[in-house]
């Protein structure tokens, strides 16, 4: 029996009927057709599919939709303010840290809520921060380098 | 995949305690769900009713109160974690939480839902156990009071009974002089423990010898577990290097480990005899500081 789910994503409200077996992610990839989240692992190791929900990252593979009612989803297409990018992407891109980008908008939802909860994390909790989050190419040193660059405020114009 | 349920979300805990009763075996409970739905996913369980108490902010607290600390069932692992006055006056809890798998799943996850959960290898229990906790289940007739030891039955089972929901715990206020540490052995820094070891050590005034001791094993038998044997060696002696080195030994022969993926049963139990003695090192510091 489906369930009316109500949620905002990225700051458009959107109003569904779900399976209330449905994961987040699905909602996100499936239903609403934003496939930036990736579904990985789908057993809560691998963060790729990280989300900012109420501003605390989340695993969207770990989460049924129905939890998520009523809640503000961010996810990685609500990071850049239109064609304008996000400190985060633009730090992303300049030090390349992404491979083959399956992590990538799991490390970006990560950062974006350790940032948010700690702008001036040291590479310590930087690390902490994205440790649920893994990078099969094991691109980690460039990762860090980029949200380090962030937190040094090297792309606060960017803002 | 995982199998259809009917879904509830209660907004009360009477509700909530009325939709149990209704459905006993058949109804589960979710809150984080950060365990359960792995088992969900892997056909492990399957219910035909789902109980959702994410919501029920009536059981999502963390009370100071005169005989110590009340956390809601509900009540999320990073709350805990950064909660000034555990981190001032259970700090061994925070500690334990900053080591509980990722930011990601202790923003959801509770406190409740883990050790419900019944997994041997969880972090909170033993900690629980070391710090002498109290677990409050209730259910329509009413409520019941239980040690963490009695309430991890077996192998992912516990003593909560159809109908039945844990609400809160207790955490006794610390007495003074006394030291509680915690620490997990394992591989990847948000994996569960290989082994993990809490310790809590109360010295007397004056004299320095061990009152009280109690020494928590997880991951080490069906379900985290005392280790009572190795607390008695210990308990009311001057507390030296090589008696901590002997709790470790008989610590290691109390545990009922068994071999996985992770480690064998032989390697288990050399952990235990290494993190005993460590961990009771670092509880005495902290009780002597």
């Known amino acids: 029996m489906k369930k009316e789910l109500k949620l905002t994503v990225n700051g458009q409200p959107y109003e569904l009927y779900v399976n209330p077996k449905t994961l987040l992610v699905q909602v996100l990839r499936d239903h609403i057709g934003l496939t930036g989240s990736k579904r990985g692992c789908n057993d809560s190791s691998c963060g790729a599919c990280t989300v900012v929900l109420n501003g605390m990252a989340v695993k969207s593979c770990s989460i049924l939709a129905m939890q998520a009612n009523g809640a503000e989803v961010l996810t990685v297409e609500g990071l850049a303010d239109g064609a304008k990018l996000h400190p985060l992407q633009k730090a992303f891109l300049d030090h390349g840290a992404f491979q083959c980008g399956f992590c990538t908008s ?3 939802m990560a950062s974006r809520a350790l940032l948010e909860e700690n702008p001036k994390p040291t590479k310590e909790q930087i690390k902490e921060g994205i440790d649920g989050n893994i990078c099969r190419c094991t691109g980690y040193n460039s990762i860090i380098r980029a949200v380090t660059a962030v937190v040094k405020g090297e ?5 | 995949m995982i199998k259809d349920f009917e879904y509830f979300a209660p907004k009360t805990l009477k509700e909530a305690l009325t939709l149990l009763d209704k459905y006993q075996d058949e109804g589960k409970i979710i809150c984080g769900g950060q365990s359960l739905l792995i088992l969900m996913r892997q056909g492990l369980v399957a219910p035909k009713y789902l109980i959702d108490i994410k919501g029920l ?3 999502n607290y963390i009370k100071d109160a005169k005989e110590g600390l009340r956390l809601g069932a509900t009540t999320t692992h990073r709350a805990i974690e950064k909660s000034p006055l555990i981190q001032k006056k259970y ?21 409740g839902g883990n050790v419900c959960h019944g997994d041997p290898a969880g972090d909170p ?16 007739k009413g409520e019941r009071n239980m040690a963490v030891e009695d309430f991890c039955l077996d192998y992912f089972e516990t003593a909560l009974k159809p109908g039945e929901l844990l609400t809160e715990i207790q955490i006794p206020a610390v007495p003074p002089r006394t030291g509680t540490a915690y620490t997990k052995f394992n591989v990847i820094e948000s994996d569960l423990a290989t082994v993990g070891v809490a310790v809590s050590v109360t010295l ?18 069906p379900t985290p577990m005392r280790a009572k044997k190795a607390e008695a060696v210990l308990k009311g002696k001057k507390l030296t290097d090589n008696l901590l080195a002997e709790a470790g030994e008989v610590a290691s022969t109390e545990a009922e480990p068994i071999s996985d993926i992770y480690a064998s049963a032989e390697y288990r139990r050399e952990l235990v005899k290494v993190l005993v003695r460590r961990v009771a090192k670092e509880a005495l510091a902290r009780a002597k500081a």
């Open chain 1, 155 to 159: 792309y606060k114009e960017a803002k």
């Open chain 2, 125 to 140: 229990a033993p900690v629980l156990m070391a710090l002498n906790a109290t677990l409050t289940t209730t259910s329509l």
């Open chain 2, 91 to 111: 700090s061994v809890l925070a500690e334990m939480e900053r080591r509980l798998a990722s930011i990601q799943t202790r923003n959801w996850g509770s406190i």
């Open chain 2, 204 to 221: 007397g005034s004056g004299d320095g010898v061990c009152q009280e001791v109690r020494i928590a094993l997880g991951a080490s038998a």
């Open chain 2, 57 to 59: 902010s009536e059981l």
């Open chain 1, 106 to 108: 799991g490390m970006l």
